[in-house]
Nanobody, 125 residues
Framework: QVQVVESGGGLVQAGDSLRLSCTAS????????MGWFRQAPGKEREFVAAIRWSGGSTLYKDFVKGRFTISRDNAKTTVYLQMNSLKPEDTAVYYCAVDSGLAYDTSDYRGYDYWGQGTQVTVSS
């Protein structure tokens, strides 16, 4: 089992920055990738960014490229999502997820095995 805990959400104004953190604990040796997804009210969950644990390659959804950066700290089994130039449309609950399998497609939520409880990000205009 892997436990996943996110933190760092909050209420900010458009143009501000936030950094989300996600720490995994438990059977962390099985981690192959970690990702961030978000879900706004009335909308489906969508992929934001992911990072592979081995090699550190990253993947971003188009709408966050150039604004968000995902990074990892292997020693702390922690992933960060640095969010800059936030927009009101970034308002959502952000979820961190852990893939303990083969991570074929890190943008597909169905490949992730463990999820955090989510952290709210609200961007006012």
């Amino acid at each position: 089992q892997v436990q996943v805990v996110e933190s760092g959400g909050g209420l900010v104004q458009a143009g501000d920055s936030l950094r989300l953190s996600c720490t995994a604990s438990g059977r962390t040796r099985s981690i192959s990738a970690m990702g961030w997804f978000r879900q706004a009210p009335g909308k489906e969950r969508e992929f934001v960014a992911a990072i592979r644990w081995s090699g550190g390659s990253t993947l971003y959804k188009d709408f966050v490229k150039g604004r968000f950066t995902i990074s990892r700290d292997n020693a702390k089994t922690t992933v960060y999502l640095q969010m800059n130039s936030l927009k009101p449309e970034d308002t959502a609950v952000y979820y961190c997820a852990v893939d303990s399998g083969l991570a074929y497609d890190t943008s597909d939520y169905r490949g992730y095995d463990y999820w955090g409880q989510g952290t709210q990000v609200t961007v006012s205009s």
